[in-house]
C-alpha cells in the first residue's frame, strides 16, 4: 500500500472522529530573494493510535515513508507539539529558481509529494520594483456542502511568507515582521499572492531622513561659522 493511499484512508478515518492533521509551511526569503522553508506535518494523538492499530510501524503512520525518500540536502526530524507528532522537513535555496526546482524534485516522487499536498500552483516572479508570489490551494477533500463543515475539523493548513520590502497585497491590517499568514481549508480551489515593492534609496521615507540629516548639516555648518 503506498504512502498517498495510506494517508487518505487516515484522512477518512480523521473525518469520522474527532481527530485533526496540521500542515504549515514557512518560507522566509532574504533581502538577495535567497531563503529558507520548512514543512511541518503532525498527527494528533487519536491518529497516532489508528497509524499503531492498523499495523504501522510508527505513531507517524506513513509520513515516515516520505523522510525516507526525501532528496538530498534536506534537513528532516520527528517533530512533537503537545500531543501532536509528525514530520519536520527543511532546506536552502539561493534563488527563487532553485527554490521552484526543489518543489518539483518534491512532486515527482508520490511520498514527498505529501509534503506539498495543498499547494496546487505556486510561481514567483520579480522586477526592478516589486517581488511577487502568486499560486493555487488545491481541493484536498471532494465533499457536498453538508459534509464541509467535517472536513473542516480534519485539516488545519497555513502557509507563511515572510519577504522583503513594503507588502501591497494582501491588504492585511495587522502584518508582523512581514510576515504574511494564509489559512488553507482544503474543501475548495483558491487562489493566493503576496506583492511586495522593493525597498528603494529614494523611497518617500529615506527622502525625509535625507532631508532631516541635510537640514541638521546646514545649521550646523552655519551656527560653526557664525563663530568663526
Known sequence: ??????????????????????????VKFNEDYSGSYKILI??????????????????????????????????????????YLGILVRNDFQNTEELQAQ???????????????????????????SFNINGIFGEIFVSDE?????YDNV??????????????????ENIVN???IFDIEGTSVKTFEVVANKYSFLSPTNIIILF???????IFVRQYRKKN
Open 1 to 26: 500500500m503506498n504512502t498517498k493511499f495510506k494517508f487518505y484512508l487516515l484522512i477518512i478515518f480523521l473525518l469520522f472522529s474527532a481527530c485533526e492533521v496540521k500542515w504549515s509551511m514557512e
Open 103 to 129: 518543489f518539483k524534485l518534491l512532486n515527482e516522487n508520490e511520498n514527498t509529494a505529501l509534503l506539498l499536498l495543498p499547494i496546487e500552483e505556486i510561481n514567483f516572479s520579480e522586477s526592478s520594483r
Open 155 to 172: 485539516f488545519d493548513g497555513k502557509l507563511s511568507v515572510i519577504v522583503p520590502g513594503n507588502i501591497t497585497s494582501p491588504k492585511l
Open 42 to 83: 503532525l498527527l494528533d494523538q487519536d491518529a497516532q493510535f489508528y497509524a499503531l492499530e492498523t499495523g504501522q510501524t510508527t505513531a507517524i503512520g506513513g509520513l515516515d515513508a516520505i523522510l525516507a525518500d526525501l532528496p538530498e540536502g534536506y534537513g528532516s526530524s520527528i517533530y512533537q507539539e503537545g500531543n
Open 178 to 180: 512581514n510576515t504574511v
Open 212 to 218: 532631516f540629516v541635510l537640514s541638521l548639516i546646514y
Open 146 to 150: 453538508e459534509s464541509i463543515e467535517g
